[in-house]
C-alpha cells in the first residue's frame, strides 16, 4: 500500500474503528459481565445474561419485533415498488417534482411527524371523529396503542427507504432489453418478471434492508404509537441503558439483536440470488 492510499484509507479505518469497532467490541465485553443492587458493573464473566434472554417474556418480545418489522419491510416494499417504477415512466421535470414530494417529510422534525399520527388515531382524534360523521361505526375504534398503528407509522417513516434505491436501479436498467422483448412479443408482464424485476433485484435488497434494519431499532415510533401494549426488543434495550441500570443484560440483548438481524439480512439475500439465478438459467 503506497502513501495515497495510506492517506485516504486511514481516515476511514480510523473513523470505523474509534466510532464502530471499539464501542460495539465494548458492548461485547460488558454482555458477559453482571450487575450490583446499584447498577454498577461486575467483572465476572459469565453467560447469565444470554441465558435470560431464553425467557418467555423476552422470546415473545423478539418475535414479535421481528414480525413487525417483516411486515414493514414487506408493505413498504409493496407500496414503493409501483411507485418508483411510475415516477421512472414521467418527465425529468415530474421525476424531479416527485423525488421532491418523497423527501420532504425529511424536512420535519420526526417526533412532530410520529405525534401526528396520535392526533389522527387517538379514540376524540380525526380517523374515528370521520367516521363517526359518517355513520361506518358507533363507537370509536381502539386505533392507537396496536401493532397496526406501529406498523403504520413505520411504513410512514421509512417508506423514502424503500423507494429510493428501487428509483435508482430502475433508473440504471438498461432499457433496450424491454424494447427487445416487446419486438420477440412478449407481454408487459412477461417483460417486468424477467427483465425489469431481475435487473432492479438490487435496489429491493438495499431498500429491504435498511428498512429492516431500522425498523428493528426503532424504539421511538413502536414507544408513541405502541404505548405498553407493543414493545419492541429495542424498547427493552433503551429501558436497560437507560431505565433498570443493567447495562450487561442491555448489552447481551444487543448483541443477539445484531447477529440475528445479520442472519436474516444474510438469508434474504440468499433468497433473492438464488431466485435470480434460476430466473437467469431459465431464460438460458
Known amino acids: 500500500m503506497n502513501k495515497r492510499t495510506f492517506g485516504l484509507v486511514a481516515p476511514v479505518v480510523l473513523w470505523l474503528s474509534l ?62 415498488y409501483p411507485l418508483a417504477y411510475y415516477i421512472t415512466t414521467v418527465s425529468a421535470r415530474a421525476q424531479k417534482l416527485w ?9 420535519i422534525n420526526f417526533l412532530i411527524r410520529t405525534y401526528a399520527w396520535v392526533i389522527l388515531l387517538r379514540t376524540q382524534g380525526i380517523v374515528n371523529s370521520l367516521l363517526l360523521d359518517i355513520g361506518l361505526i358507533r363507537e ?4 392507537l396503542y ?8 413505520m411504513v410512514y417513516t421509512f417508506i423514502p427507504y424503500m423507494v429510493l434505491p428501487i428509483y435508482v436501479a430502475l433508473e440504471q436498467m438498461d432499457k433496450r432489453l424491454l424494447e427487445a422483448a416487446s419486438d420477440l412479443g412478449a407481454s408487459r ?26 425498523t428493528t431499532g426503532m424504539y421511538v415510533i413502536s414507544d ?8 419492541m426488543l429495542s424498547n427493552i434495550i433503551q429501558n436497560q441503558f437507560l431505565g433498570a441500570r443493567d447495562w450487561p443484560f442491555g448489552s447481551a440483548l444487543s448483541v443477539i439483536f445484531i447477529i440475528s438481524s445479520m442472519i436474516i439480512i444474510g438469508l434474504f439475500n440468499r433468497a433473492m440470488r438464488s431466485k435470480y439465478d434460476a430466473s437467469r438459467e431459465a431464460k438460458a
Open 224 to 231: 408513541i404509537l405502541g404505548g405498553a401494549k407493543s414493545q
Open 146 to 153: 396496536t401493532d397496526g398503528a406501529v406498523i403504520l407509522g
Open 140 to 143: 370509536p375504534l381502539q386505533l
Open 99 to 107: 423525488l421532491i414530494a418523497i423527501t420532504i417529510p425529511f424536512w
Open 19 to 80: 466510532f464502530l469497532i471499539i464501542p460495539m467490541a465494548a458492548v461485547v465485553v460488558v454482555s458477559f459481565m453482571q450487575r450490583d443492587n446499584l447498577g454498577n458493573i461486575i467483572w465476572n464473566f459469565n453467560f447469565d445474561n444470554y441465558a435470560r434472554f431464553f425467557d418467555p417474556l423476552y422470546l415473545g418480545i423478539y418475535w414479535d419485533t421481528i414480525w413487525v418489522s417483516l411486515i414493514s419491510t414487506v408493505l413498504c416494499l409493496l407500496l414503493s
Open 189 to 214: 408482464w412477461k417483460s417486468f418478471w424477467h427483465i425489469t424485476l431481475p435487473q432492479t433485484k438490487t435496489g429491493i435488497m438495499t431498500g429491504s434492508v435498511l428498512v429492516f434494519v431500522t
